[in-house]
T-cell receptor
């Protein structure tokens, strides 16, 4: 089955700086890579996703890049703000039958003033 | 994004009782729903995959007789924790998957077993 590794486990940045979180996956058949943001005690929220036919996707301050050859994908947050502080999870999925999302272990991002 | 509603958000019960948690996709039909358990400061642990009209598929180590899952319609899946014990106390989250693969989560249910 799929195995997703995520680094770093914790990340502290100053407000205004950029944050980068990296994930690797093992199953070359995976073709959908979402990122979720989870605030304490709340549900994970989908913030951005990318499919395997695209190398990069951007949505305002958030971008995701995908390297299919190396089987890794990254989340980039620019101009970080205190409200970006949360736990971020990457995930990988093969959108075939009986597909299920495999999550990374999470990165706790702290944006300091 | 799509809306998935989970109820109740918080439940406290006595040891030995059963608790039912509902998960509804409000604006799309979900043939597949998933149930996760999350421990403090940990990632989401998949418990089972709920398929509409068929038996759920449980992950290794998850007791199917302990965690009963029913997916009776395209918009509703339920998780029943039977004969709950304090070690079952946890944050349980459901998710529903759209055809294109996007996954949307319910609000989560915090279960406390006394």
């Amino acid at each position: 089955g799929e195995n997703v590794e995520q680094h770093p486990s914790t990340l502290s940045v100053q407000e205004g700086d950029s944050a980068v979180i990296k994930c690797t996956y093992s199953d070359s058949a995976s073709n959908y890579f979402p990122w979720y943001k989870q605030e304490l005690g709340k549900r994970p929220q989908l913030i951005i996703d990318i499919r395997s036919n695209v190398g990069e996707k951007k949505d305002q301050r958030i971008a995701v890049t995908l390297n299919k050859t190396a089987k890794h994908f990254s989340l980039h947050i620019t101009e970080t703000q205190p409200e970006d502080s949360a736990v971020y999870f990457c995930a990988a999925l093969y959108t075939g039958t009986a597909s299920k999302l495999t999550f990374g272990t999470g990165t706790r991002l702290q944006v300091t003033l | 994004g799509a809306v998935v509603s989970q109820h109740p958000s918080r439940v406290i019960c006595k040891s030995g009782t059963s608790v039912k948690i509902e998960c509804r996709s409000l604006d799309f039909q979900a043939t597949t729903m998933f149930w996760y358990r999350q421990f403090p400061k940990k990632s989401l642990m998949l418990m089972a995959t709920s398929n509409e009209g068929s038996k759920a598929t449980y992950e290794q180590g998850v007791e199917k007789d302990k965690f009963l899952i029913n997916h009776a319609s395209l918009t509703l899946s339920t998780l029943t924790v039977t004969s709950a014990h304090p070690e079952d106390s946890s944050f349980y989250i459901c998710s529903a998957q759209r055809e294109a693969g996007e996954l949307f989560f319910g609000e989560g249910s915090r279960l406390t077993v006394l």
